[in-house]
Structure formats: C-alpha cells, structure tokens
C-alpha cells in the first residue's frame, strides 16, 4: 500500500492570471485562469523574436534552469542559452505550465471554482473538466498576449509539445510564422492510446487512490503513478537503448544468485517512478494523457489533415527520429505529406539515432544544427 507522501513544496510560480477564464472544447468554462511560465532571454523592441517552448506530458515550464522541486537541470538546456540553437541571445523564449499541469497553471491541483468564479476551498481534483490540446493552445494564446506579443517568431516542441506545435499552426495561423513540431503526430495512436490506459489503471488501482480524493488524507496514490511513469518511460527508450546502458547487467552482484537479484534496468525504472510521485500530481496525469488521446487534427477539419493548414503562410519544420517507435518517422512523413498538400512551406529530416522517443531531449548535434539552423533563417527573414 502507498504510504503518505508529503504534499508538494510552496512554489512561487511566475504566473499570469485571467479573470475571465477560458471557454472549453467540453463545452464547460474555467475562471479564473491561471498560467505559469517562464521567460528566457530579452524581447526585442519590435516584439518579434519570441518563440514559444511548449513541454511534453510531464515537462514543465523549467526549460533552462534548475527545477524547483527536484533541483535538476531544465529539460531543454542542451539547446538553450547564449550561442545554442535557441539562442537566448537573440530570441525571447516563452515557456508556460500546461493547462491542467501541476506546476501552478490551472490544473485539478489548484482550487476549484464554481461557474462565477468564487473558490469552493478544496483542489478540482477529478472534477477538472476534460481537456483539449486546443485548449492548452488557447490558454497559451492568452499568455502570448497578455505579453504583449501579436506573432510568433516560432512554435517549438517535442512529443506532446509537437502536437502543441500543430495546433498553433493550425489555429491561430496567422499569429505563428513558424512551427518546428518534433518527434510527434497529428493523431495519438491506438498504441500509445493504449499505453496511457495501462498507466490510467495503475493509478485508478493503487489503494491511496480513493475515487481520486486522495488529497483528503494528505495521500497520493505513490504506487501506481511510479508504475504508470514506469511503463511510459520504456515507451520514451528504444531497445538498443536499454541495452546500451544497461544490458542484463545485475546491481550489486557479478552473477545471477536467484535470490535477492535487481537488474539494472529494473532499479533504473524504479528509480524513475520514484522520483516522479515527488514532482507530479496523478489527477494532472490522467488529464493530460487524456488530451493526449483525445488529439486528432485531421478529425478536427473533417477528416482531411491537409485542410488543417490550407492556405497557411507559416513555414514548417518537421523533424523525427530513426528509433523512435512511440511517435514513428511515419507519421511525421504523414504530416510532411498533408503539409505539401497544402502548398506549405515544410522542410523534413530524420535523425539516425538509437536513443528512441527521448532522443529530441538528448545530445543529438544532428538535430541541433537542423532546428538551429532552420530558426535562425526564420529570424534572418524577418530581421531579427
């Protein structure tokens, strides 16, 4: 049985605030709306080289600086800074929490309100309405504004971020003058789909789940979410990539003894859904992997992808990974061949790379001298 876990650490998150709220895909509303961020380098007078960063499903807003809770490095620092492919130095950087994240952006974490607006005292909980990635990019949209900024320099992001990416293209074309979606697609799979319920389940059966009131008892349902983040992190790995760092290698010991034996791999895996309870919240888990599923832009123009983005002056850059099984080079080449169709401006490259899904996060100089290379012609052609 999960044993009490002490509640999150106060953060002080950057955050903007709307007190009008959002409307919603499910046909409810949310207000106030609240979304935190983070900002990186300087905007220009012209207001013209932002580019907005948007994270994965269990990213954040912390994409070059330390994490507040865990105190690791920003998961994107390997790009970002003076100099780097999202050159601090020339862009204006824009990071923001998720709608329905747990790192102060309004999610079941963060008190639930009713329909004027007033706080009920308690967390949304499993009361937080379903969630579009629509709707994370109009929330979003909210931020670029209250910034003060009319376009886009560029869109980026990898995985759930690229699906971000996407929908802002598709969207609010006219405010993006490029996307850079990474290692994703226009639909989740029935594959991926399927792995989210297994993670869903893992949650829903865990003792301290408790219909998903579990913050009545100061408790978080810790077992099952470290196995949901288990099993989604094998999904972010390829097979020569387990081999790679960890083979059949056993901790601790030269040999099998059949006794108390751990694989390497299997302390690896623990490690990592222990390490996760302490950071996320199992209510944002299920939202977020929900919007994740929910995701199909062809479905949203009547089944036609291309429709999505005719007429589109945005330019394109579509980049996947040869190892990557989760979100394969296929269906990247499926959204280079909608965007063709469109007449878009889209450029496409593979990275060779036996690192899998969590390439796009890792030291990969191929693909950072392609997307470097593609945001400083962006730049170039805007005179930035």
């Not at 800074?81 to 747990?102: E, I, M, Q, S």
């Not at 003894?257 to 895996?269: G, H, I, K, N, R």
């Not at 199992?282 to 199909?296: C, E, G």
Request: hydrophobic fraction near 45%; aromatic fraction near 10%; charged fraction near 20%.
């Amino acid at each position: 049985m999960s044993a009490p876990v002490a509640p999150f650490p106060q953060v002080d998150h950057q955050r903007a605030v709307f007190a009008d709220g959002l409307a919603l895909d499910c046909g409810m509303a949310i207000a106030p709306l609240a979304v935190a961020y983070r900002t990186y380098g300087q905007l220009n007078a012209a207001r013209s080289n932002a580019v907005l960063v948007c994270h994965a499903l269990t990213g954040d807003q912390y994409v070059a600086e330390p994490h507040p809770l865990t105190g690791k490095p920003g998961w994107w620092e390997s790009i970002v800074g003076p100099g780097k492919p999202l050159d601090t130095d020339r862009y204006f950087l824009v990071c923001a929490n998720v709608l329905g994240g747990c790192m102060g952006s309004t999610g079941p974490q963060e008190e639930m309100t009713d329909a004027a607006g007033r706080g009920l005292g308690r967390p949304w909980g499993t009361d937080f309405p379903n969630i579009t990635i629509r709707d994370m990019v109009r929330a979003q949209k909210r931020l670029v504004e209250h910034l003060g900024i009319g376009r886009l320099l560029a869109v980026v992001g990898g995985s759930m971020g690229g699906m971000q990416a996407l929908e802002w293209a598709a969207t609010f074309p006219d405010a993006v003058f490029a996307a850079a979606p990474i290692a994703t697609a226009a639909y989740h799979s029935a594959q991926n789909i399927a792995f989210h319920e297994v993670g869903r389940a893992a949650i829903h059966s865990d003792p301290a789940w408790r219909g998903g009131r579990y913050w009545e008892e100061g408790r978080v349902p810790a077992q099952g979410l470290s196995v949901a983040r288990m099993v989604a992190h094998i999904t972010y790995l390829s097979e020569q990539a387990l081999t790679r760092k960890f083979g059949r290698r056993l901790r601790g010991a030269p040999t099998l003894t059949f006794l108390e034996d751990v694989f390497e791999v299997e302390s690896y895996l623990r490690h990592q859904g222990s390490t996760f309870v302490r950071r996320f919240d199992a209510n944002s888990y299920l939202t977020i992997t929900r919007a994740m599923d929910y995701f199909d832009l062809a479905a949203e123009h009547d089944g036609d992808l291309a429709a999505a983005f005719r007429g589109t002056a945005t330019r394109f850059f579509i980049a996947s990974f040869s190892s990557d099984w989760l979100f394969p080079t296929a269906e990247s080449r499926a959204i280079v061949r909608a965007l063709n169709a469109a007449a878009a401006n889209v450029s496409f490259v593979e990275i060779t790379s036996d690192k899998g899904h969590d390439a796009f996060l890792l030291d990969e100089p191929d693909f950072h001298r392609a997307l470097g290379g593609f945001l400083a012609g962006c730049a170039d052609r805007l005179g930035v």
